[in-house]
């Protein structure tokens, strides 16, 4: 049997925009990592609001900022 990885850490540093695809693709990961016990990090969100611009609606549009987990620094 395959070895599965515990924890996936997703460098978000250098994305400035994400279609909703991509988004939707992210979400069905961590939902289903979840379910198996297993964790999906996004790291280097950037949470600078003076650097923030129309993908900063993002998350909350697709309630990214509630299902998955981020941190603003490597893990």
């Given at each position: ?19 909703s695809h991509a ?53």
């Amino acid at each position: 049997m395959k070895q599965q990885v515990p924890r996936i850490a997703i460098d978000v540093s250098n994305i400035d925009f994400m279609e909703s695809h991509a988004l939707g693709i992210l979400v069905s990961h961590f939902l289903a990592m979840q379910r198996q016990g297993r964790e999906m990090v996004l790291i280097n969100t950037n949470s600078d609001p003076s650097q923030r611009d129309h993908a900063d609606h993002q998350p909350r549009e697709t309630s990214l900022n509630r299902s998955c987990n981020a941190a603003d620094n490597t893990v």
